[in-house]
């Protein structure tokens, strides 16, 4: 049977009430996405305020190493490139306080966007690349796709105008998720090729110790959470692989709805500890993640422990190879 055999059988078997509760619990999410938008674009603006603080250097500084999107930087005349990075902070500050304003208007979505983009390609045109805006840049250029009317009244948007916007807010979570699942493939990876050469990888027990204590010498730092780490030593080994599993599955999670607030609280957290263990901030990469897994539409619904815990990933292959 094709799958639209299958499908126009699974509908015609719902009952008329039911299809009506499926779609009032559309609209319930619809309304939640459509206020998480401007709460994220809010957001957004609040990325560019602190941005402030930077501005004197940025404008004094002439010297760049520059990324391909501000390349443009170097065709300038010596007396102008002040005047252009002036424009790109400008963007940034405007082009997302627009964004805030009208979030309903495809331009204006699409200024917000650019005035991140150039003005971090700027920020991290100076030899070092600074990730932590970086879902800041991919989140904000895939909700510039959301579907014309998507700000309009519950009532008055169709069906399908509803769907895309929560695709697309949804697409745009599994993208985020998908970076952490490459930052834990990454880690899992040199791991193994660390194992081959026959070095200390993650998969010693003194490898998270190891590891801090490497760190805060490089970078002459010290820290109470990294001296505890390096102190107890195979203890802080389960952490490490905590964590590597929280990045690897993160993907998952954007299928799994009932999980999403209990694993953003865990990224979350992870960067938490990064900060207090090593001094490196990401604070921004904070916030979207509370955004998009705290008060997104998705997840909001009430899940038991237990449903929680038989959602885990992983917990499916205990059960497949416990069965006879």
């Not at 299958?6 to 939640?32: D, G």
């Not at 501005?55 to 490139?81: I, Q």
């Not at 650019?114 to 805006?133: D, T, W």
Request: proline fraction near 4%; glycine fraction near 8%.
């Amino acid at each position: 049977m094709s799958f639209r055999k299958k499908f126009s059988a699974h509908t015609t078997s719902i009952s008329s009430s039911e299809m009506v509760k499926v779609w009032e619990k559309l609209t319930q999410r619809f309304i939640s996405g459509q206020t998480f938008i401007r709460c994220y674009y809010c957001g957004l603006f609040f990325m560019a305020v602190p941005y402030l603080r930077r501005w004197p250097d940025l404008l004094e500084t002439t010297a760049f190493d520059t990324l391909w999107p501000v390349y443009w930087l170097n065709w300038l005349p010596e007396g102008s490139v002040r005047i252009a990075v002036g424009g790109i902070l400008f963007l940034f500050l405007f082009g997302t306080m627009l964004g805030a304003i009208s979030p309903g208007y495809r331009w204006a979505r699409l200024v917000a966007f650019l005035g991140i983009f150039l003005a971090q390609a700027l920020q991290n045109s100076y030899g070092k690349i600074s990730h932590s805006y970086h879902l800041w840049h991919l989140s904000a250029f895939l909700l510039i796709f959301l579907p014309h009317g998507w700000n309009a009244i519950a009532s008055g948007v169709s069906r399908m105008t509803k769907l895309q916007t929560l695709q697309t807010i949804w697409y745009t979570l599994a993208f985020i998720l998908m970076t952490y699942s490459m930052s834990g493939l990454g880690k899992i990876v040199c791991a193994l090729y660390q194992l081959a050469l026959g070095e200390v990888s993650a998969f010693h027990p003194l490898s998270m110790s190891i590891h801090v204590a490497t760190r805060l010498l490089e970078t002459n730092t010290e820290t109470q959470l990294g001296a505890f780490l390096i102190e107890i030593g195979p203890w802080s080994w389960p952490l490490l692989i905590s964590a590597t599993y929280l990045q690897f599955v993160s993907l998952v999670i954007a299928f799994r709805p009932c999980l999403l607030k209990a694993w953003g609280l865990g990224l979350v957290l992870f960067h938490l500890s990064v900060w207090f263990t090593f001094k490196i901030s990401f604070f921004p990469a904070c916030l979207i993640l509370a955004l998009f897994m705290f008060a997104g539409p998705f997840g909001q619904d009430c899940y038991t422990i237990k449903e929680r815990l038989l959602c885990l990933p992983g917990i499916g292959l205990f059960k497949f190879l416990g069965k006879k």
